[in-house]
Each structure stands twice: as C-alpha cells, then as structure tokens.
Nanobody, 124 residues
Framework: QVQLVESGGGLVQAGDSLRLSCAAS????????MGWFRRAPGKEHKFVAAINWNAGRIVYSDSVKGRFTVSRDNAKNAVYLQMNDLTPEDTAVYYCAASPSSSDYTAAPAYLYWGQGTQVTVSS
C-alpha cells in the first residue's frame, strides 16, 4: 500500500520555525517529483514548494520564497519542508504529494499520491 505520512506540524507563534517531514512507503519515490501543498480553512489547495527527483529543480510559491526550504533524502524515501519566520497567513493543513511524471510541479492534478496532511497553526 502506497502511503505518504506527514509529521512535524503544530501550534507556534509568529516568527517561529517548523520542520515538516513526509515519509513515503509502499514504493520507491526516488524518481518522483515531490511537492508540498497547503489548504487553509475554506480555501483550495495551494502550491507551496516542489523538488524534482535529484533536487536539480526546486520551485517555491512567491508567498514562501526565502522563508521555506524543501529538501529530500531518497535513501530514506523522505521529503522535508523547513519553514522559517512563520506568519499567521501560513496557517493551514500541509500536504505532501508525489508526482511520478510531470513537468508542472506547481499543479495539484500532476500529483498522483497524497498524504493525509499535518496541521500548522501560527498565532500572532
């Protein structure tokens, strides 16, 4: 069974940092692009960051560029999202996703596998 499991979310104050992890199992994801999306209450999934299979291509949304860093460890079948200088606008459920074959890493439909999400809440 293919699974993506996010962890590392929580309640923090503005300016704090969090590191999200996504552990993949059921198949190897070393050839997949891995992405992070988030969904705030009442809103749609929004692209946050993505990294291709060898970290040769990394993309960020404008809203997180310079504050968030995506990385991966193919040996561990894992991807990470380091989030610094968090603001209340970053409050959302964060999802990791895997795309076996796509060049548009910013589009949710490009991703085949999704995790259940981890809640990040940033208080002011």
């Amino acid at each position: 069974q293919v699974q993506l499991v996010e962890s590392g979310g929580g309640l923090v104050q503005a300016g704090d940092s969090l590191r999200l992890s996504c552990a993949a199992s059921g198949r190897t994801f070393s050839s997949d692009a891995m992405g992070w999306f988030r969904r705030a209450p009442g809103k749609e999934h929004k692209f946050v960051a993505a990294i291709n299979w060898n970290a040769g291509r990394i993309v960020y949304s404008d809203s997180v560029k310079g504050r968030f860093t995506v990385s991966r460890d193919n040996a561990k079948n894992a991807v990470y999202l380091q989030m610094n200088d968090l603001t209340p606008e970053d409050t959302a459920v964060y999802y990791c996703a895997a795309s076996p074959s796509s060049s548009d890493y910013t589009a949710a439909p490009a991703y085949l596998y999704w995790g259940q999400g981890t809640q990040v809440t940033v208080s002011s």
